[in-house]
């Protein structure tokens, strides 16, 4: 069946350098993604999204970037800090019209960053 | 700003308890989501509603209930608690398509 999914569980950075965490979906008709943050014993938190009419959209320190022609999406967040230790998730939104019933998660990629 | 508040943090069951795990929201949103979060994977959707009255069935509806009688409030029932159903579980909700998630509750059925 068609799903979410992260290519690494676990992404070890330096401090300072600049993570890229990667997604892969198959749904082509999906039309919205997210990119989730979930530190230890909380809830995910949003991050960025983008809409499937946009390739690339920034926010600060992260970037969201997405390649529909080989159904990739990636975050990256500049000058990594401890504090972005935590398990990011991507999902997409499988049908339009409201509300969050058709997002679909993906496993998570657990990023941690050494000092 | 209080968002989305689950009730409670953590919780031990025996086999065949049940339970009701509370969720309030103050941001006025329509919709609302309870997912389940099992080690080493992303989150599934249990029930979800899209107003006060109105409910229906996510991915995993199984060995659970819910009722929205207000905007605010989405419990979520489990009537007889089996170890299957040990998992995190988060309450959202949204105005469109970004979810808010409360803290979560780790559940445990021995």
């Known amino acids: 069946g068609e799903s979410v999914g992260l290519h690494l569980p676990t992404l070890s950075v330096q401090e300072g350098d600049n993570s890229i965490i990667n997604c892969a979906y198959s749904n082509s008709a999906s039309d919205y993604f997210i990119w989730y943050k979930q530190e230890s014993g909380k809830g995910p938190q949003f991050i960025i999204d983008?809409?499937?009419?946009?390739d690339k959209r920034q926010g600060q320190r992260v970037t969201v970037l997405l390649n529909k022609t080989v159904k990739h999406l990636s975050l990256q967040i500049a000058a990594t800090q401890p504090g972005d230790s935590a398990v990011y998730f991507c999902?997409?939104?499988?049908?339009?019209?409201?509300?969050?019933?058709?997002?679909?998660f993906g496993k998570g990629t657990h990023l941690i960053i050494q000092p | 700003n209080a968002g989305v508040t689950q009730t409670p943090k953590f919780r031990i069951l025996k086999i065949g308890q049940s339970m009701t795990l509370q969720c309030t929201q103050d941001?006025?949103?329509?919709?609302m989501y309870w997912y389940r979060q099992d080690p080493g994977m992303g989150l599934k959707l249990i029930y979800y509603?899209?107003?006060?009255?109105?409910?229906d069935k996510g991915e995993v509806p199984n060995g659970y209930n819910v009722s929205r009688s207000t905007t605010e409030d989405f419990p979520l029932r489990l009537e007889l608690a089996a170890p299957s159903q040990t998992s995190v579980y988060f309450c959202a909700s949204s105005g469109e398509e970004k979810l808010f998630f409360g803290s979560g509750t780790q559940l445990s059925v021995l």
């Open positions: 983008i809409r499937s009419n946009m």
């Open positions: 941001m006025n949103h329509n919709y």
């Open positions: 999902a997409e939104n499988r049908h339009s019209g409201g509300g969050a019933d058709g997002l679909t």
């Open positions: 509603s899209v107003g006060a009255g109105i409910t």
